[in-house]
Structures are given as structure tokens and as C-alpha cells.
């Protein structure tokens, strides 16, 4: 079974409007927890890692401001999608490494649509 | 700057025969390495993965080899089902702390099994 759940699986929004995404590892705690994008016929960039207690670490090219993440509690992590403009539109994925596992677990993932 | 390198953007096998799925990678601080299978509108799956100090693993209809001088890798399914039939991404991830268990991803290999 899922080992993360990832909330909702799909999502449409006004443009201007924000999105929040929620992912939650169901079995085991996660200190630290990965954000990724899927442009259509793309591969998986990292947007941000998630760390429980502290800031997130963005890599280069995301803005901080506009994909807000919220690491809360060792379950749960949150990105939200400030001002969604359509070009935000995408495949959002999160993923979470079980710490006596080596591979990490990612979630359903999020289609996002702005319109 | 991809790091991690899948060529193929697809790949047609039929069904019973073997698929060989390539993988190339850059950064020689890489040292695990993993394969993930995805279906559309979904998270991706572990398959599975090896370690730099191994150059084989085995699991079921699953192998995947590993080249360290070549700086490649590569996935061996047989035999082939239609149920196989995904997008296959490599994935790699280094030991020191700058990496800490980020996965850099290839591009994907659309594999699709005939019947």
C-alpha cells in the first residue's frame, strides 16, 4: 500500500488564486521530504526539500515567495502555489525517503490547472 | 546541465522479448542509483536499484547493471509484459552531505510492450 499520500490529486484554479498541496507519509516519520515538477513529457525537477523544524532549501531557479512549503510536523509537509498563473500549471509530486529504506516514496502527485 | 542521461525518449519491445533500458550518468559522486516506473497521472514507483560498489542486481524479471568506468547503467526487463508498458526514469543520488538523499532524474524512456 501508499506509504505517502499526496492531497488532492487534482486541482483546477482561477489564475491569482493560491493552491495548497498537502503530502503526508502514512506509516513512518519523515524529517525531511522532497517537492518535484513534471512539465508535460519531462523529466522530475526538484523544486525543494522539505525539512521538518526549519526552512525549506530551494534550488536554484524556484522562487521561495511564490511555492511557499510548510514541513510542520514529521508527517506532514505542505506547498503552496501563491498567485497561480497558468504557467504554474503542472504535475506536482512529493516524496519522502523511509529512513531504514534507501529509495524514496513519492506520492499520487497533483495536477494542477490554472485557468 | 543533465547529470543524469536518458537518451531514449522511447523504446518498442514485444511482448515475451527483453527491454534494455539505458541510463548514462556525469557526476562520478553518484553512488546509488535507482529506477523508477510511472504511469501517467501518478507518482512514480521504486523498481529497483543498486549500489556503486555492486555492478549486477537481480529482482524477479527486474536486473539492472552497472558500469562504473562507463559511467552507465541499465535496466534488463524479461520477459517482457504489456502490463510493463510506463514511462521508466533513472535516478541517482550521492553519499555526501551536499546530496543528502536528493535524486537527480533522467529525462524518462517510454517503454511500450506489444502484444
Known amino acids: 500500500g501508499a506509504v505517502v499520500s499526496q492531497h488532492p490529486s487534482w486541482v483546477i484554479c482561477k489564475s491569482g488564486t493560491s493552491v495548497k498541496i498537502e503530502c503526508r507519509s502514512l506509516d513512518f516519520q519523515a524529517t525531511t521530504m522532497f517537492w518535484y515538477r513534471q512539465f508535460p513529457k519531462q523529466s522530475l525537477m526538484l523544486m525543494a526539500t522539505s525539512n521538518e523544524g526549519s526552512k525549506a532549501t530551494y534550488e536554484q531557479g524556484v522562487e521561495k515567495d511564490k511555492f511557499l512549503i510548510n514541513h510542520a510536523s514529521l508527517t506532514l509537509s505542505t506547498l503552496t502555489v501563491t498567485s497561480a498563473h497558468p504557467e504554474d500549471s503542472s504535475f506536482y509530486i512529493c516524496s519522502a525517503p523511509r529512513r531504514r529504506d534507501t529509495e524514496a516514496f513519492f506520492g499520487q502527485g497533483t495536477r494542477l490547472t490554472v485557468v | 546541465d543533465q547529470q543524469v542521461k536518458q537518451n531514449s525518449p522511447s523504446l518498442s519491445v514485444q511482448e515475451g522479448r527483453i527491454s534494455i533500458l539505458n541510463c548514462d550518468y556525469t557526476n562520478s559522486m553518484f553512488d546509488y542509483f535507482l529506477w523508477y516506473k510511472k504511469y501517467p497521472a501518478e507518482g512514480p514507483t521504486f523498481l529497483i536499484s543498486?549500489?556503486?560498489?555492486?555492478d549486477k542486481n537481480e529482482d524477479g524479471r527486474f536486473t539492472v547493471f552497472l558500469n562504473k568506468s562507463a559511467k552507465h547503467l541499465s535496466l534488463h526487463i524479461v520477459p517482457s509484459q504489456p502490463g510493463d508498458s510506463a514511462v521508466y526514469f533513472c535516478?541517482?543520488?550521492?553519499?555526501?552531505?551536499?546530496?543528502?538523499?536528493?535524486?537527480?532524474f533522467g529525462a524518462g524512456t517510454i517503454l511500450r510492450v506489444k502484444s
Open positions: 543498486i549500489s556503486s560498489i555492486k
Open positions: 535516478a541517482a543520488k550521492g553519499a555526501s552531505m551536499e546530496y543528502g538523499n536528493k535524486l537527480v
